[in-house]
């Protein structure tokens, strides 16, 4: 027993008003589902359940779309662009006041630290607000052409892993540039998006604009297909992407994907090492390793290999595993049964391919899905554990000699999202970013994020970017119209 | 509170409240002092009723103010490009909380009817937030990787000049006003503005509303006064790093060349006022302003640094 | 008694100590990267320390005080009344810990001593020409002689900031070397004024050099200058004393001092001790908090968990209140 024991500190969660059961958000009301189901939202932490969502039916993404449209051709497409930007503001300072209970709901519902709830997700979910709201009245200096407009209905599918993030990187840009929305949020985190559709309401929003439909992969199917969406915005696994691609193929309909990655985390000998062995923490073990970004392989110089494992190690001890409402907890739970599965037979295999793994000793809750930060050592690149993207709180260690050795093993992969690199030395740290096939990388850092700086991956990570002022491209069109 | 009307009544009638008046001071350092000088000067509405006595700031106010200036430059400059630009959106919720106060003092300064202060006031406060949208974009339009012939990573940025003297339009009270002082202000710059002459009201107002908007002290310094006598002391002061000299159209005893000749000493950046030759003219604040106004008080800086492994 | 320059010579693996063999070993250490050391100390400052933990770390904070007064204006009522303070921090509770030392100019050591009697609150004296350090070798030997004569517990010293910052390391370490001898058996803290030091990687190198001179406790501040204490430097100098036992199976201990005035701060001091060196240095033999106004904070908190309401400067009391 540790002689300084934190005692529990749980947030409260009765800041969050939940509601036993949602319907669909479309043409700016709560409504019921035509021909759908209904599916239960619990809290990976606790197996409880936390409320009943909608699954829509294909005649309610039409309703959806319809409502898009109605929008577009109506209030929203006459708007100027300063007037869309005020209600873009409104947005970002709802969010801003609502802040904590936002935070509440994503960890509730996502099984993240609160921690990273109120610090990070949902300030950057505003502050990508406040940025692309700012952008709606200035298009024309943003390089995008002479008469850059809006495509018109916009389908977003988006993922489990930053959920309310994700809608506000998502819709955002969207508005800003005039566009309206049909968003699909992940089937296990459902329920910020459908607070957001409440903030929606607050700042008058007009109907139609945003339209919040939950469901599946046949909802998100049905949105991919529908005729009547002009463009797709998509960020998920790279085997769905691909499956967007091909179904958009000999269309015109124009699609942005932001996939997975098997990011290297590049550490030479001469790196400020206690801040590169956080960077190793926070690159893997920072949302539970849900993130396509995460720096899921460590490639470390091997004349220091020795003594940052045993640096690693020590960090890792520290790490605390549980309750994600508590504000000292550092790693959360797993979000879903299904992804723990898919966790659990990768380091299986791991083990099997021979590599050597170890986890810090913690104790686990007995209900929910839970898994210990896991580092495998003596990892080859032939190894699944090196190619393939885990999605969890796993840490794959090789080794290199010489930076271009580091290079070579760090783009010999078919993703390409993100990189890190860890050096004192100015020139290798902008030569090795020339040489690395990765949309993003971080040096002397990992894991940061902002509004205007540009995000998104080379090769099978995806392509098109978001954020910044490159992120508006895929929002726009210069195209006449049909 | 509309001070029009109360202009002819001397003794107040027996269901009409006395109102309290306000004072108008100077805006400096993040306080409202009076004017060192002690002195101050009617302000009548166009149609020559006395509105108020505005304190009349010397060549002292405008050393102090930018004393105060130059010592916010480091944190204002220094804080994100995210945090100036929710200052400024601040600014803007709050100027729409006063809406009717600046409607009244618009409309008192400038003669113009209700409805047309009403739209002016608008528009104002639509300029500000247009400005603090751009407080994080800019950088990126602005600024740039230069593919230099040769193993360097080479990189273009807009830097704050620093301190930014403004001569405040003398006409357009507000919008005029708004309109000069955001570009400064969204880039890191700080600011010392003499107000217009004759129209000084709305810009105290506007100075409290910076003052309960987490503007820091002495970010902007408004000083109200004599044109002709202030001005001079600005373009010749060697701590300011540029001058905007709008308001040297339609100022009384203002030569605005000779401003530019005092600036040249410490090669102040100089943004001459609109207008052909010597005239000098008040623009139309109505137009959708383009990025000259952030041009003309930012610099370019330019870093060079190898690649090699 | 151990040799310093023998065992530093052993360390470094050179047959002669000279400033040149310093400056590769101590320039040869890992970079501090500035931003994410601070980003490091904000995470550990979000640690939320409730209930019980709190009250722990409250009594453990107390316990870690040295409590201050280093004033030109110092007499022997200051000091007396100071002791008495440390002897009974709260009269209105009997339960609460005493700090660990006293903290004194070295000409006012022999009253603090008599206050004390033999409570076991220790004596700290700070001496080499303190604060500035700006004196002879001589000078700076005979101050410490002084307050160890005069039965000084510990010495607090400062090194000869303009040294470090020339690159003269082989004269800052045979002056500690020299003044850890003169301490006999007080244990020797080394004052390396952080603020002064400026970079990261500068307090990294002075915490090194300090632990090879021998000394027993790295300080951050004489709490003249500002910044003081920091939670960044004070991460880096926890990364220092960890680094040095496992190189060396030694223990040093780590005071910051200056600027610490509440008990949320001290707290995040607390968590940053146990997250990065661990729980050896939770202790108040390996750990003090230079203080004189921190102590009333963390007292009004132990009176609010105690009673259940906000307490007042009214409800402890002020033996040091300001001359002016």
């Known amino acids: ?482 | ?309 | 008694m151990v040799d310093a320059t023998a065992r530093a010579r052993d360390l470094l693996g050179v047959s002669r100590l000279t400033n040149a063999a310093l400056t590769t070993w101590l320039h040869g250490l890992p970079g501090v990267d500035q931003v994410g050391c601070e980003a490091r100390a904000a995470g550990l400052g979000t640690r939320s320390i409730k209930t019980t933990s709190k009250a722990w770390a409250i009594d453990t904070a107390i316990s870690m005080i040295d409590l201050t007064t280093l004033e030109g204006a110092d007499t022997a009522g200051k000091v007396r009344g100071l002791c008495a303070k440390a002897l009974n921090p709260d009269p209105t509770d009997s339960s609460t810990p005493r700090p660990a030392a006293i903290c004194v100019y070295g000409d006012m050591v022999p009253t603090a001593k008599e206050a004390l009697g033999s409570s076991g609150v220790n004596v700290a004296a700070v001496a080499t020409a303190f604060p500035s350090g700006r004196a002879s070798m001589a000078v700076k030997l005979a101050d410490t002689r002084d307050a160890v004569a005069a039965g000084a517990d510990e010495i607090d010293m400062v090194i000869d900031r303009g040294a470090f910052l020339s690159g003269r390391y082989l004269d800052v370490f045979n002056e500690i070397a020299q003044v850890k001898e003169a301490c006999g058996s007080a244990r020797l803290k080394v004052i390396m004024e952080t603020g002064e030091l400026v970079t990261y990687d500068n307090v990294r190198r002075a915490s090194w050099l300090s632990m090879l001179a021998g000394g027993d406790f790295i300080k951050t501040s004489t709490g003249k200058v500002a910044p003081a204490a920091t939670l960044p430097v004070t991460l880096i100098m926890l990364e220092a004393v960890r680094d040095w036992r496992d190189l060396t199976g030694e223990m040093v201990g780590v005071k910051p001092a200056g600027g610490i005035r509440t008990s949320k701060d001290a707290i995040k001091f607390l968590v940053a001790v146990s997250e990065v060196a661990g729980d050896d240095w939770l202790d108040p033999y390996w750990f003090r908090f230079g203080a004189s106004s921190l102590l009333n904070d963390l007292l009004l908190q132990r009176q609010r968990m105690r009673t259940g309401a906000y307490s007042g400067p009214d409800y402890v009391t002020d033996d040091s209140p300001s001359l002016y």
């Open chain 2, 1 to 309: 509170m509309s001070p029009a009307t109360t202009q002819n009544q001397r003794t107040p009638a027996a269901d009409t409240r006395v109102d309290v008046r306000k004072t108008y001071k100077l805006y400096i350092g993040g306080k409202f002092p009076r004017s060192e000088s002690g002195r101050s000067y009617e302000v009548t509405d166009a149609k020559g009723r006395f509105l108020a006595n505005a304190a009349q700031g010397s060549r002292k106010d405008a050393r102090d103010a930018v004393v105060a200036a130059r010592g916010a430059v480091a944190g204002w400059a220094g804080a994100t490009a995210y945090n100036r630009g929710q200052v400024l959106y601040r600014v803007a919720e709050v100027m729409e909380g006063r809406r009717a106060q600046f409607v009244a003092e618009v409309r008192a300064s400038e003669g113009v009817t209700e409805r047309q202060a009403e739209s002016l006031v608008s528009q104002a406060i639509d300029r500000w937030v247009w400005y603090a949208g751009w407080s994080d974009k800019y950088a990126q339009v602005l600024g740039g990787l230069n593919p230099v012939a040769g193993p360097y990573f080479d990189i273009s940025a807009p830097e704050p000049t620093g301190v930014v003297a403004v001569l405040a339009p003398q006409a357009s009270s507000l919008l005029g006003l708004v309109s000069v002082v955001a570009p400064v202000i969204v880039s890191g710059n700080t600011a010392v503005v003499l107000t217009s002459e004759l129209r000084p009201l709305p810009a105290i107002t506007l100075s409290e509303a910076l003052a309960t908007s987490d503007v820091p002290g002495g970010v902007v310094n408004l000083i109200t006064g004599r044109t002709a006598e202030v001005a001079p002391w600005l373009a010749s002061h060697r701590d300011v790093n540029a001058i905007d000299l709008a308001g040297a159209a339609g100022a009384a005893d203002v030569v605005w060349g000779d401003l530019e000749l005092a600036a040249a000493e410490n090669l102040k950046r100089v943004l001459r006022p609109a207008g052909t030759s010597a005239d000098a003219v008040e623009p139309d604040w109505t137009r959708t302003p383009d990025l000259s106004r952030l041009t003309a008080f930012l610099e370019t800086k330019t870093v060079w640094h190898p690649k090699g492994r």
């Open chain 1, 1 to 482: 027993m540790a002689k300084f024991e934190y005692a529990p500190a749980p947030e409260s969660r009765a800041v969050v008003d939940l509601k036993p059961s949602y319907g669909l958000f479309i043409n700016g009301e709560f409504t019921e589902t035509e021909g759908g189901s209904a599916f239960k939202s619990i809290s990976p932490a606790t197996e409880e359940v936390l409320a009943e969502v909608t699954d829509a039916s294909e005649a309610d993404v039409d309703r959806a779309v319809a409502a898009a449209r109605r929008a577009f051709n109506g209030a929203w497409g006459r708007m100027s662009g300063a007037d869309r930007g005020k209600y873009l503001f409104r947005i970002a300072r709802i969010l801003q006041e609502r802040a904590r209970e936002f935070a509440v709901l994503e960890t509730l519902d996502n099984g993240k630290p609160i921690k990273e709830s109120r610090d990070v997700d949902v300030p950057l979910a505003a502050a990508h607000f406040f940025y692309h709201a700012g952008w709606a009245d200035k298009l024309e200096y943003a390089s995008l052409g002479s008469n850059p407009r809006p495509h018109g209905v916009v389908g977003q599918v988006i993922p489990w892993n930053f959920p309310l993030l994700m809608l506000a990187w998502k819709i955002a840009p969207a508005l800003a540039a005039g566009n309206t929305v049909v968003l699909k949020p992940a089937e296990t985190t459902p329920l910020t998006a459908l607070l957001f559709a409440e903030v929606c309401q607050q700042a008058d929003l007009p109907a139609g604009v945003v339209n919040i439909v939950t469901g599946a992969g046949a909802t998100g199917q049905a949105i991919v297909d529908h005729p009547g969406v002009d463009k797709l915005a998509f960020t998920g696994s790279t085997g769905v992407g691909k499956m967007i691609a091909r179904s958009i193929a000999g269309t015109r309909k124009k699609a942005t994907l932001e996939l997975g990655g098997k990011a290297a985390n590049i550490i030479f000998d001469d790196a400020a090492i206690d801040q590169a062995v956080e960077g190793i923490v926070n690159g893997i073990f920072f949302n539970q390793g849900h993130v396509c970004c995460a720096g899921s392989r460590l490639l470390v110089q091997e004349s220091i290999a020795d003594d940052v494992d045993k640096r690693l190690k020590r960090r890792l001890s520290t790490l605390r595993v549980g309750d994600p409402l508590d504000k000292n907890t550092d790693v959360g739970a797993i979000n879903s049964k299904a992804q723990l599965q898919r966790i659990t037979e990768l380091t299986a295999a791991g083990e099997a391919e021979g590599a050597t793994r170890w986890s810090p000793e913690c104790e686990l809750p007995s209900k929910g899905f839970w898994f210990r930060p896991t580092v495998f050592t003596g990892v080859s690149q032939t190894h699944r554990i090196a190619q393939e993207e885990i999605f969890g709180p796993v840490l794959s260690v090789l080794t290199f000699r010489t930076p271009h050795e580091a290079v070579a093993k760090a783009n010999n992969t078919p993703y390409g999202l993100s990189a890190g690199v860890w050096t004192e030395k100015g020139s290798r740290i902008l030569w090795m970013a020339d040489q690395l096939r990765a949309g993003v990388v971080w040096a002397n850092t990992f894991n940061k994020f902002d509004p205007t700086s540009p995000f998104g991956g080379y090769k099978e990570s995806g392509y098109g970017r978001e954020g910044g002022r490159h992120g508006l491209e895929a929002y726009v069109t210069t195209e006449g119209k049909a």
